[in-house]
C-alpha cells in the first residue's frame, strides 16, 4: 500500500510541474501495474491463509472422527466367522441355511467384536479361542451402529 502512495505522491507532482502528458501516462500504468502487483500478493497471501486453515480444519475434523471412532471402537473389524452380521443388513436366505448355534455364535459376534464380556460359559469358551477377541466391557450395547442392533434383533427371531 505503501508502494502506491508513493506513486500516487510522484504523479501528483509530475502532473503539477508540468503538463507532460507521456510522463503522466507512463507513470499512471506503474501505478496501475504496482496497484495489479499489490492485489496479487494480497490474493497470494489470502489463498496461503486459506489453505492453512482449510488444512487446520481438516486436522480437527480427523482429531474428532478418531475421538468419535474410539468411542465406537471395533476390536476386530471383520474377524469373526460371521463379519457381515457387523457389515451389512442380514438377509432371510442367509440366516434360515444356519443351525441354532451357528445363528447364536453369529449373533454374539457382534458384541464380541467390540469387547463384550461374556457371562454364559459357552461363549466366554468359545470366544476366548479367538485371537481377535478382547473381553473389555460388561456393556456394549451404546458402541453398536443401527444395522448391528437390528442384526442381532433379527437373528435373535430365528434362534
Known sequence: MNRLFTL???SATLYSCGNDQ???DALEEKINQQSQAIQAEKQADLEKEL???SA????????EVSKKS???TFHAVGYGDY????ERKLTYEELSRLNKREL????????ARYGYIFK???????FSYQSWYQPLYDDVTNRLTKIEKENAEYIKNFE
Open 51 to 53: 489453505a492453512e486453515k
Open 8 to 10: 500516487l505522491i510522484i
Open 104 to 111: 447364536r455364535i453369529m449373533r454374539n459376534e457382534i458384541f
Open 83 to 86: 463379519p457381515e452380521a457387523s
Open 56 to 63: 487446520e480444519l481438516e486436522g480437527l475434523k480427523a482429531k
Open 70 to 72: 474410539s468411542q465406537q
Open 120 to 126: 454364559s460359559q459357552d461363549l466366554k469358551s468359545h
Open 22 to 24: 507521456a510522463k503522466i
